[in-house]
């Protein structure tokens, strides 16, 4: 039987018209009878690196007994000069946290995933503790299982105090070795009373890798902390 947790991630592949930018993550949050996909909202536009994609592609798997057959499902980013996705803020600015909407007719009827709901939400703060093991499950630099079309995951633990707004802002961090192409990530952790079905927590989406300015590159190692939003901004996002 294979992992649940790993058909919760789907690539994702920006595009310009038909000239490929840049790969990175996502996975899938249901609400009702409604599906999502999430991934950060720099992958759907970025003012300050120039990246302005208008559509983007995330690969499905096709066949519950064969993983080596995927089809990639091809979402325009605007609509009459609108963007489809929904990004959020809070009091401490932007939240680098997208959603849009699949159209589950436009799903391959017999497409193979599974979706993280509200029920994967924490309830308390009090059961995620400082040091917590953690997993974020992506695509680094593209790399995946190119064959069976599955992520690889990375293990992390929470660097930050879970539930204190760092810096202010609506993030936590972790400690884990990241690269791009992780951007849009799941953070999670494992707890069966989540859901028997897919007992893991949702704590947050990857975002970026931190680092300190004053950082002399020849003599101190990066930090290896990153940011993870707060994945309760889904309620509001898909609400």
Do not use: K
């Not at 995933?113 to 953690?134: C, H, K």
């Not at 593209?142 to 707004?165: E, K, M, N, T």
């Not at 859901?195 to 300015?213: C, E, N, Q, T």
């Amino acid at each position: 039987m294979l992992e649940p947790l790993l058909l919760t991630a789907a690539r994702v592949s920006t595009y310009h018209d038909d000239w490929l930018l840049t790969g990175a993550s996502g996975f899938f949050f249901a609400r009702g009878d409604r599906l999502f996909l999430v991934t950060s909202r720099h992958v759907m536009l970025d003012e300050p690196s120039g990246h302005y994609p208008n559509r983007i592609v995330i690969e499905l798997h096709t066949d519950p007994t064969d993983l080596t057959r995927s089809t990639g499902l091809s979402m325009l980013l605007y609509r009459d000069g609108r963007s489809v996705w929904r990004q959020g803020s809070d009091s401490g600015g932007p939240i680098d946290v997208a959603v849009i909407e699949l159209e589950r007719a436009a799903l391959p009827p017999t497409v193979v995933l599974r979706s993280f709901t509200p029920a994967n939400l924490p309830r308390s703060l009090q059961e995620v503790e400082v040091g917590s093991a953690l997993l974020i499950v992506g695509f680094p630099l593209g790399f995946h299982d190119a064959l069976h079309h599955l992520p690889v995951v990375r293990q992390a633990v929470i660097a930050s105090a879970f539930g204190v707004r760092f810096q202010g802002l609506g993030y936590f961090l972790t400690d884990a070795r990241t690269h791009r192409g992780t951007s849009g990530a799941p953070v999670v952790m494992r707890s069966p009373a989540a859901d028997p079905h897919l007992p893991w927590l949702l704590l947050g989406v990857h975002s970026a890798r931190m680092d300190m300015g004053t950082r002399d590159v020849a003599q101190d190692e990066s930090l290896g902390l990153n940011s993870a939003w707060y994945a309760d901004i889904l309620l509001t996002l898909t609400n």
